[in-house]
């Protein structure tokens, strides 16, 4: 079955750098446009960042600008998200998700997600 | 930015009761608008998207309409796996921008 697995989540002081991975099964990845979307504690959904299937046009949320890189690897069936620089306001949850159609916009399905908390 | 916002923040039903939902974009998304259901501790999933077509496996309870600005889900009738939080999300322009959720609780 389809399935994402993210995983590199952890605690991390302000300025702190982390990098989370995302393994996808069940489908043909290289087929598909992914992004990263997060829930900060009490919050909604926010969008994060969108990479193509070949990895050839990529957009960032404002927010994470200049801070963030989305990258993947086909061969390996992986989608990454190097956080640097990073802020109290960056605490969430990171879902990995698979567009449902190329060109969409929506998305199916989610992964579990994994945490990542800023903290001193 | 387009700025999505769902009303009410927190909606109490019975169970059987039917549920409507709000979603409003700050501007005209077309008919390119989603919603998702989100459980404690999991993934969301995917419920409505194209605002109208159901996803796959998605219950026929679940019913989604509008264009433009305005969209509304509809739970037609409440089951006790129904309760959770509920968000839109406009895929129209980037950024892609989602509503603050509905939660949806026992009444």
Same mark, same amino acid.
């Not at chain 1, 393994?23 to 829930?39: K, L, P, V």
């Not at chain 2, 998702?36 to 501790?41: L, S």
């Not at chain 2, 939080?85 to 980037?94: A, D, F, K, S, T």
């Given at each position: 079955?389809?399935?994402?697995?993210?995983?590199?989540?952890?605690?991390?002081?302000?300025?702190?750098?982390?990098?989370?991975?995302?393994? !996808?099964?069940?489908?043909?990845?290289?087929?598909?446009?992914?992004?990263?979307?997060? +829930?900060?504690?009490?919050?909604?959904?926010?969008?994060?960042? @969108?990479?193509?299937? +070949?990895?050839?046009?990529?957009? @960032?949320?404002?927010?994470?600008?200049? +801070?963030?890189?989305?990258?993947?690897? #086909?061969?390996? #069936?992986?989608?990454?998200?190097?956080? #640097?620089?990073? +802020? !109290?306001?960056?605490? !969430?949850?990171? @879902?990995? !998700?698979?567009?449902?159609?190329?060109?969409?916009?929506?998305?199916?399905?989610?992964?579990?997600?994994?945490?990542?908390?800023?903290?001193? | 930015? =387009?700025?999505?916002? *769902?009303?009410?923040?927190?909606?109490? %039903?019975?169970?059987?009761?039917?549920?409507?939902?709000?979603?409003?974009?700050?501007?005209? %998304?077309?008919? /390119? &608008?989603?919603?998702? *259901?989100?459980?404690?501790?999991?993934?969301?999933?995917? $419920? =409505?998207?194209?605002?109208?077509?159901?996803?796959?496996? =998605?219950?026929?309870?679940?019913?989604?309409?509008?264009?433009?600005?305005?969209?509304? &889900? /509809?739970?037609?009738? $409440? *089951?006790?796996?129904?309760?959770? $939080?509920?968000?839109?999300?406009?895929?129209?322009?980037?950024?892609?921008?989602?509503?603050?959720?509905?939660? %949806?609780? =026992?009444?």
């Amino acid at each position: 079955q389809v399935q994402l697995v993210e995983s590199g989540g952890g605690l991390v002081k302000p300025g702190g750098s982390l990098r989370l991975s995302c393994a !996808a099964s069940g489908f043909t990845f290289s087929d598909y446009y992914m992004s990263w979307i997060r +829930r900060a504690p009490g919050k909604g959904l926010e969008w994060v960042s @969108y990479i193509s299937s +070949r990895g050839t046009t990529i957009h @960032y949320a404002d927010s994470v600008k200049g +801070r963030f890189t989305i990258s993947r690897d #086909n061969a390996k #069936n992986s989608l990454f998200l190097q956080m #640097n620089s990073l +802020r !109290a306001e960056d605490t !969430a949850v990171y @879902y990995c !998700a698979r567009e449902a159609a190329a060109g969409g916009g929506w998305f199916d399905p989610w992964g579990q997600g994994t945490l990542v908390t800023v903290s001193s | 930015e =387009i700025v999505m916002t *769902q009303s009410p923040d927190t909606l109490s %039903v019975s169970p059987g009761e039917r549920a409507t939902l709000s979603c409003r974009a700050s501007q005209s %998304v077309s008919s /390119t &608008l989603a919603w998702y *259901q989100q459980k404690p501790g999991q993934a969301p999933r995917l $419920l =409505i998207y194209g605002a109208s077509t159901r996803a796959t496996d =998605i219950p026929a309870r679940f019913s989604g309409s509008g264009s433009g600005t305005e969209f509304t &889900l /509809t739970i037609s009738s $409440l *089951q006790s796996e129904d309760f959770a $939080l509920y968000y839109c999300q406009q895929y129209n322009n980037w950024p892609l921008t989602f509503g603050g959720g509905t939660k %949806v609780e =026992i009444k």
